[in-house]
């Protein structure tokens, strides 16, 4: 059995791996809410920012942030050209009416800034724990689809079609040709 040590470091790669499916996912307009498994429909949006890392051979990388609300994502899609993986993505997710945002990092999938939906807090002191329970509820609620696209993007990594259908279909939308490494 592998250590925790070991086997950060051997798969380390699968949360850049899959926030950079995210991105693709978004820019190609694919039904979410079909992968999230959700009732509800579930769109994603990229925020207000995006990390890439590129590892450069002399043990180097080459970090590149892009911040700001109408900050056009031309230098990222060039860094993926370069083979940069998304590291750190601010997203804003719809799950039907409902808006969260928040950040996930690829290296540990940390959620940060989580915002859910405004809650009714007007309510009387004795109504404080149906509060705490609505607001774990939309918590849990955003935390699941990432949990179940995260599953549905291990199960096509994983899949035989991988190299032949979606990493195609990646490097189409990156523009890569096919032969240069992306996998």
């Not at 009416?97 to 915002?115: A, D, M, P, Q, W």
Request: charge should be negative.
């Amino acid at each position: 059995m592998l250590d925790i040590a070991t086997a950060y470091n051997k798969y380390g790669f699968l949360g850049n791996e899959f926030l950079t499916w995210i991105w693709y996912l978004v820019e190609t307009d694919q039904d979410i809410t079909t992968l999230s498994g959700s009732k509800d429909p579930v769109t994603f949006e990229i925020g207000n920012s995006i990390s890439l890392e590129n590892n450069l051979g002399d043990k180097s990388k080459e970090k590149i942030t892009i911040k700001g609300d109408q900050a056009g994502l031309e230098e990222g899609t060039t860094a993926l050209k370069k083979g940069a993986w998304v590291t750190d993505i601010n997203l804003i997710c719809r799950i039907g009416e409902e808006e969260y945002k928040f950040s996930i990092k690829g290296e540990n999938f940390n959620v940060t800034g989580l915002k859910t939906p405004t809650i009714d807090t007007s309510s009387s002191e004795d109504e404080i724990e149906g509060l705490i329970i609505e607001k774990t509820f939309l918590i849990m609620k955003v935390i699941n689809v990432i949990d179940t696209l995260f599953l549905k993007f291990i199960e096509r990594r994983i899949s035989d079609d991988w190299n032949t259908s979606d990493l195609e279909d990646i490097r189409a939308w990156i523009q890569l040709p096919a032969k240069e490494s992306y996998s």
